[in-house]
Each structure stands twice: as C-alpha cells, then as structure tokens.
C-alpha cells in the first residue's frame, strides 16, 4: 500500500561532505521501499518494519526543495546532492509519480550538482536533465578542478550470483540489468561507478569474487568501483540482523558459525 504524506523539510545538509560519494546534501522522495532488500541498513530503524507495505510519496517535496535551493543558490551554498540515502529514488511507484524526476527539474533550475545512487535502470528516462545537470551545474570551490561533472551516478551491487540476488533483493532489478544500465550510463558521458555495497562474508567477498565483481564493472565501462562491508543490526522482527539470520538458517546454515565469529557483537552465542 503506499501513502502519501506531507513532509516539512526534504532537503538536509551533513555536517561535512561525505568522503565517499562528495555529496553536502541528501533528499528522498520517498519513505519506504518496495526493492525490499534483506540486508538494508534501514531496517532497525523507524522505516524498517514492513519496507515496501510502508511505502510512502513525500507529495509536497517539490514545493518544499524549491523553497530550500532557491535560499541555498542566494547564497551560493553550492553542494552535490544525494539521491537518496535512505531509500531507492527510481523504485516502480517513480513511473507513476514522476517525483524523482520533478526534483531533478528543480535541482537544474537552481544549478546544483547531483550523486544518484540507484539498483534500477528507470534512471534512463531522466538520462535527458541529467545531461542538463552534468553541464550546468555549479560545483562547489574545492571540487572544480577535481572533478569536471554535475552528476555522478553509482549502481549498488551485492553480488553477481543472480539467485542469490533475488532471495536478497526480491523486488529489484538484477546485477546484470544494472549493469547493462551503468553501460548505458557510460556511453551517454556520464561519471559511472559501481559500488559493491555490501559484499556478503563467505558469499560474495573472497578475493576470487571481488575480482570478478571488478572485472564485471569494468568490463561495462565504470569509471569506479567502491567495496563495502555488510552491517547487521537491531533485535526486532524485521530489522537486517534478524532476517539476514533467517536467510542464512535456510539457505546457508554452514555459514552460521562464522557469522558468529565474525559479527560476535551482534549474534548471540
């Protein structure tokens, strides 16, 4: 079921620029997500329960980023914004909504920068204002002479392994999609990259599997490739710790041991 809600803020600026992705700011059109991966760092928080059920539109987004660039922009306080950090920005309900791409028109209007970080190959129906985005942006002082673009656009993969994607990832796209997305991406100009976050102990993290995963990147045109490890956390129903224990009890019970190990912090003995 997805609701829409009214929000009074949907642009937040971080206390300093995240070393990773170089964005100052984050925005999320929506709350909740359909893609439901098991392993999302969300859950064990307030959206957590019940991700995709929960899914809500932030229907007055729009009217409120334009309000908060047009402030930022009089001030020049020019910074990459973050698609999105808390949920997925190209999820199927961006089809009917547009929101995503409404936010986007606002961002050109008002000359910032962009990072989308997306699993799915709806981005190419915007590819048209990122381009806009990607030459008109204003970058903020320290950035423009060390990165010539507006955008930069990041395809999240946990593995290469199709089946298992899809028990992890149940409503989104599969890696190779995504791939043959970032190719895409690629070959209309855009800084791409793909960011193996996270790789999955004892499934998708050994030297064999991340060279591969590597390989699969560049091999599709990626400009860059980001590796990070999986967090587990929280003790409710829902929460990643919980039903990533589960997962592992059906599919991978050898594994369990070493988790333990491993995550000695989180899992009980």
């Given at each position: ?158 593995t ?40 999955l ?57 070493k ?11």
């Open positions: 079921m997805t609701r829409e809600i009214q929000v009074t803020s949907i642009l937040n600026k971080h206390k300093k620029r995240d070393d990773w992705f170089l964005d100052d700011y984050s925005l999320n059109p929506y709350s909740g997500c359909s893609f439901n991966c098991i392993y999302c760092y969300i859950r064990g928080g307030k959206y957590g329960e019940n991700m995709a059920k929960s899914l809500s539109v932030k229907v007055n987004a729009p009217e409120l980023l334009e309000k908060q660039l047009k402030r930022r922009a009089k001030r020049e306080e020019y910074g990459i914004i973050a698609f999105a950090s808390s949920t997925e920005p190209y999820l199927p309900i961006e089809e009917k909504t547009g929101l995503t791409r409404k936010l986007l028109e606002i961002i050109l209007k008002y000359k910032f920068p962009v990072e989308v970080a997306t699993k799915s190959e709806l981005i190419l129906r915007d590819l048209d204002l990122l381009k806009d985005i990607d030459k008109n942006a204003i970058l903020p002082e320290d950035l423009k002479q060390k990165l010539n673009h507006g955008v930069i656009i990041a395809f999240s993969i946990s290469l392994n199709e089946k298992l994607a899809k028990i992890l990832e149940p409503g989104a796209p599969s890696p190779i999609e995504r791939l043959e997305t970032v190719e895409i991406c690629k070959k209309e100009g855009f800084l791409v990259g793909v960011c193996y976050i996270p790789v102990p004892f499934l998708s993290d050994s030297e064999v599997e991340l060279d591969k995963m590597i390989k699969s990147a560049k091999d599709h045109g990626a400009d860059f490739v980001l590796v990070g490890g999986l967090t587990l956390f929280g003790k409710g129903p829902v929460d990643c710790k919980t039903l990533y224990y589960k997962f592992l009890e059906k599919y991978y019970p050898e594994l369990i041991p988790y333990k190990s491993l995550y000695r912090i989180f899992f009980a003995p």
